[in-house]
T-cell receptor, first 115, second 113 residues
Framework: GAGVSQSPRYKVAKRGQDVALRCDPI?????LFWYQQALGQGPEFLTYFQNEAQLDKSGLPSDRFFAERPEGSVSTLKIQRTQKEDSAVYLCASSLVQGMWTEAFFGQGTRLTVV | AQRVTQPEKLLSVFKGAPVELKCNYSYSGSPELFWYVQYSRQRLQLLLR??SRESIKGFTADLNKGETSFHLKKPFAQEEDSAMYYC???????????????FGQGTTLQVKP
């Protein structure tokens, strides 16, 4: 595809439900990032992958949040037992290499609303 | 602590007026600084990077390490500049820059005709 693709674009979940958010990075991009953006705030770092290895998960807010990238391409962010405070836009970004700076390209985001 | 502060949530100017979007950062080291922009109904995209020292769409930003600031400036605003602007820093890692970004809260720039 032409860019980073995220699905679904919108998700409404009842409190307590589990959700899975998908990110398709740009083909060949080694690095993949997840960010959480609450209403009126800037994006906040959640986790980072280099290929299939999750090298930094320091931003995950609780053990209800889990991310994986098993084949070094598509990534899934899973949130278990969703809470109202999980309502946010979840952004995925990918970049070509790690170890030197290359531009990160962002997806359109998934807007999660927990009711 | 690593932090980026954008003190203005909204900046409203008339077309042709100068623009300055403020950004201050807190980081004990030499991070890389960026400005990202999000136009209405579009995805977040890189506007400029301090190391490149380029002018993009007429915007420039100078890194002032003494004041830990990275303000974004444009001498004459255009209506198409209306967007949300985020200042961000990327901390260097042990094996090079991972690309992880720490964002400010964002400033909405509104350029009136």
């Amino acid at each position: 595809g032409a860019g980073v693709s995220q699905s679904p674009r919108y998700k409404v979940a009842k409190r307590g439900q589990d959700v899975a958010l998908r990110c398709d990075p740009i083909s060949g991009h080694v690095s993949l990032f997840w960010y959480q953006q609450a209403l009126g705030q800037g994006p906040e770092f959640l986790t980072y992958f280099q290929n299939e290895a999750q090298l930094d998960k320091s931003g995950l807010p609780s053990d209800r949040f889990f991310a994986e990238r098993p084949e070094g391409s598509v990534s899934t962010l899973k949130i278990q037992r969703t809470q109202k405070e999980d309502s946010a836009v979840y952004l995925c970004a990918s970049s070509l290499v790690q170890g030197m700076w290359t531009e990160a390209f962002f997806g359109q985001g998934t807007r999660l609303t927990v009711v | 602590a690593q932090r980026v502060t954008q003190p203005e949530k909204l900046l409203s100017v008339f077309k042709g007026a100068p623009v300055e979007l403020k950004c201050n950062y807190s980081y004990s080291g030499s991070p890389e600084l960026f400005w990202y922009v999000q136009y209405s109904r579009q995805r977040l995209q890189l506007l400029l990077r301090h190391i490149s020292r380029e002018s993009i769409k007429g915007f420039t930003a100078d890194l002032n390490k003494g004041e830990t600031s990275f303000h974004l400036k444009k001498p004459f605003a255009q209506e198409e500049d209306s967007a949300m602007y985020y200042c961000a820093l990327s901390p260097p890692g042990g094996s090079g820059n991972t690309g992880k970004l720490i964002f400010g809260q964002g400033t909405t720039l509104q350029v009136k005709p």
